[in-house]
Every structure is written in C-alpha cells, then in structure tokens.
C-alpha cells in the first residue's frame, strides 16, 4: 500500500479572460472547479495505474464535503482528518495570451492537536497494512507546530526504515527538512524550485545543477529528481547523476505532472522496481499527465508508450 498527506489541500478555481485588468472590475465565468492539493493528486495518478493508495490529511468545511465527494469518482481510498473552518481556496486567472495569475489562500490556522491526531493516524496506517511508500505533499497551513514534515519522517523511519519516504514541498517546509537529521529518500524540485533553493540562476544545464547540489545541502538526499520540462530531467541516485531524455510528447495541459511524477514514483515503490524502472515510471507518468486535459490524471496505456521512449544515461565526469 502506499500513502499521501496532504495538510494543505484545496479546492481550485480557474477563470479565463481577455486581460486582467488591475485595480478595475473584471467579470468572468469560472471555467474550471477541481480538487486541489499534491498528495491527492498524486493519490489519484498512483491508484489509476493499480497500486493500492491512501490519502490522509485535513480537511474541512464546505470545500472539504466537495473533495470528499470528488474522490468518489476516483480510486483511491480518503481516511482524513475533519478539522474547523475550511478548506482553503485557490484561484488561477489566465488571459488570452496565456499569462497566468495566482491567487493562493494560506489555509486556515490548525491546532496542534489535529497534527497530532494525523501523525496517530499515519502509525495505525503503517502498523495495520503492508506500506512500501509514502509521499509527504506540499505547503504547510499556518500552525504553531514546527519541523511538521522531519517529525513525520522521523516517525515512518522509526515504525518501518524500509518504507521510503517522498518528500514533495518547498520554501521553508523543504529549508526545515534539509536543517534536520531526518530525510526523505526523495525529492523532486524542478528548474525553477531547484534554482531557488540553491541561489544560483536557473538552468536546464546538467553539469551547471549537478556541481551545484553537490556544493549544497542536497546531496545528503539520496535521491533527487530535478524535472527540466522539454529536456527531460536530471536524476541523482546516491553518488551518481543521471540524464534523462525521452521523446517530445503533444502537450495539452501541465498542470499537476510533478503530481503524476510523485503518483508514478509511488506506484513503481510499491513494486519494488529498481531505481531505474521507477524513475522512467515516474516521468513517464508526469508527462503522461501533460497529455490530459484533466489536472492530476493519467492512462496506464500512455504512461506505458512514453516509457518506451525513455533513455537514462550516466553522466560521466
């Protein structure tokens, strides 16, 4: 079995018009109303290719009653958390000329009691079923609880060091985790997010992001995935750094494949699949999302195609 968390879900809303026009009165029709949030997308991807998947976290209010009632829809299995208040709301606006804006609500404040109950829940989760990985997805809603994300690893490690732990976040939630002793065996920044990170510009360079992780804190993360959009994707494992290029696929929608990618990479986990067959199932699944109009969604059948064009090499120094 595999798990997602997601602490930070939402309900995501996308409008589209002719131009934003700021501080004016902008009318639109929502085009677009979704569940949001990494882990369950990721969730979603993992159980339509056949692996036996839980999502956990909060949830709450009215938003929390529409994800409870999409994921009917889906296959994998909900054991949430039902917090107070709501779940927050994300909104994305795309002008006519593709430039898009975000709006992201920061979630409402949940108590430490409810973290809590989510770490009792990943135990009973762990202890009663055969769990091979888990993923630990996305931002963090605002909480007096600190080092949420190196607790729960610190738990998994210590209830089963054979699980392996996907660690899908960024900005000061990753920032905790790299400051701590307890790491994932997984993370998956993508050009942008590793650029950040690391302070240096962003590249789709090989040799300019590898000598860069190796200067940083990155390289105690045994395995690190850096999605570089048409390029492929830059994969350390261990000691080693690999290219990964694969054939250029009809884009139709981009939004949640580093999702799919995490969906995949879990699946592929939970066959014990050697490092290289996972990652090509990771990827594949990625852009296999990119091929849907839908967020978050795969077919095996594509996913299979776009395996069969992936070729991993080893960067030679």
Known sequence: MEITVTV??????????????????????????????????AARVSANLGAKTVATGFLAGSNGKYILEQAKNDQYKCNFIETNGNTRNCYTIIQNDGEKTEINEY?????????????????????????????LNGSLPPSEIHNFYPQIIAKVHDLNPDIKIVLDTSGE???????????PDFIKPNETEVAELLSFPVTKDYS?????????????????I???????????????????????????????????????????????????????????????????????????????????????ERIVD
């Not at 309900?11 to 009318?27: A, I, P, S």
């Not at 300019?208 to 690190?224: D, R």
């Open 8 to 41: 930070n879900p939402s309900v995501d809303r996308l409008y589209e018009l002719k131009q934003l026009e700021v501080g004016q009165l902008n009318r639109v029709q929502l085009i677009k109303k979704m569940v949001g949030g990494k882990g369950i997308n």
């Open 107 to 135: 979630g409402d404040h949940i108590p430490l009691e409810y973290f809590n109950q989510l770490q009792e829940t990943i135990k009973q989760l762990i202890t009663k079923n055969k769990v091979a990985a888990i993923s």
């Open 173 to 183: 939630a990753l920032a905790e985790v790299l400051n701590s002793h307890y790491l």
């Open 208 to 224: 300019l992001i590898k000598e860069e992780i190796l200067k940083s804190k990155l390289k105690k993360i045994p395995n690190i």
């Open 226 to 312: 850096v999605s570089l959009g048409e390029k492929g994707a830059l994969f350390k494992h261990e000691h080693d750094f690999y290219s990964i290029k694969l054939k250029p696929v009809k884009v139709v929608n981009t939004e949640g494949s580093g999702d799919s990618l995490v969906g995949g990479l879990l699946y592929a986990l939970g066959k014990n699949y050697d490092f290289k067959e996972a990652i090509k199932w990771a990827i594949a699944s990625g852009t296999a999302n990119a091929m849907e109009t839908k967020t978050g969604f795969v077919q095996l059948s594509k996913v299979l195609e776009v395996i069969k064009t992936i070729k991993i």
